[in-house]
């Protein structure tokens, strides 16, 4: 594990948390977001990969990994302010954003609900909830049910249909990127953080994210088809598009060269000349 794991009370939510140091005291910390289902222990071969100076907080969303379920489904903006509430137990007065498919969503509401105290947004394979371009209905099958997240077999099955990217060719990865981590997920955890997807859109709120945001896809992402991230970086007013060669795990199957750019794009690349701007990138990844 990155970081040391423990829980935060929160209003009446219970909260598994991971706080990796960062090297760097003045710097604001790292949100990660993790995607449907996922404990914030899978993101752990990309935390170790981003650079030192970056503070690291996952967390468990109600329901998933080490947080109890709730009583009821909690919307998007009911999250963004619990998770809110949750940086402000930790003594965090300003932090960026990263969220990965399902997380995604939550980023994009955080920093509207936080124009001033979300500095930065980092969005991975991710869109804009219902008015998205949907994925192939076989693959919208396979995300309806945490099976994936129980059953082995079943996993190694559809891996490379659902995920794309190296997957396909490889799936001897799946072992390391999706079951060597504990699974912890109730049947009704994962309803309802379907539900909380549930008749929510970004897309109308897209312009007034103010803050710099750098936008990761897949060219091969079977469940959020590239086109998805184009519309958002042109509805985002400072959005860069970083297309890598890739699925929808990029972020742990490339885990060295997208933690390097999402560390220059927040500023603290090593050997970078002190005052030099990030532009961004809008070329296609090399893999």
Not at 99 to 126: D, E, F, H, K
Not at 227 to 254: E, K, S, W
């Amino acid at each position: 594990m990155a970081g040391s794991v423990h829980f935060v009370t929160v209003g009446r939510r219970r909260l598994r948390v991971a706080v990796r140091p960062g090297t760097d005291p003045d710097r604001p910390p790292l949100l990660l977001c993790n995607g449907i289902g996922a404990s914030l222990d899978l993101l752990d071969p990309f935390v170790e990969a981003l650079d030192p100076a970056i503070e690291v907080v996952r967390f468990d969303p109600p329901g998933v990994g080490g947080s109890p379920v709730p009583h009821l489904p909690y919307p998007y903006p009911a999250l963004a302010r619990l998770v809110g509430r949750m940086l402000d137990t930790l003594g965090y007065d300003r932090f960026d954003v990263l969220g990965i498919s399902w997380g995604g969503g939550l980023a994009q509401q955080l920093a509207l609900q936080n124009p001033r105290r979300c500095r930065q947004v980092v969005l991975v394979a991710t869109a804009t909830g219902w008015m998205m371009v949907p994925a192939h209905p076989r693959v919208l099958a396979h995300m309806a049910t945490p099976k994936r997240y129980w059953d082995s077999g079943y996993v190694r099955s559809i891996a490379g249909r659902i995920y794309g990217g190296s997957l396909r060719e490889q799936p001897n990865l799946v072992q390391n990127l999706l079951l060597d981590f504990e699974r912890k997920l109730s049947a009704r955890g994962y309803v309802y953080q379907l539900a909380t997807g549930a008749g929510w859109t970004s897309t109308p709120f897209l312009p007034l994210i103010r803050q710099p945001t750098l936008i990761l896809a897949g060219d091969d992402d079977p469940i959020i088809p590239l086109v998805n991230a184009r519309m958002m970086a042109r509805l985002i007013p400072h959005a860069r598009l970083h297309v890598y060669a890739d699925g929808h795990l990029g972020l742990l199957t490339m885990k060295d060269e997208l933690a390097t750019l999402v560390a220059e794009f927040l500023g603290v690349k090593p050997g970078r000349v002190p005052g030099r701007r990030w532009r961004g990138t809008q070329r296609r990844g090399t893999g």
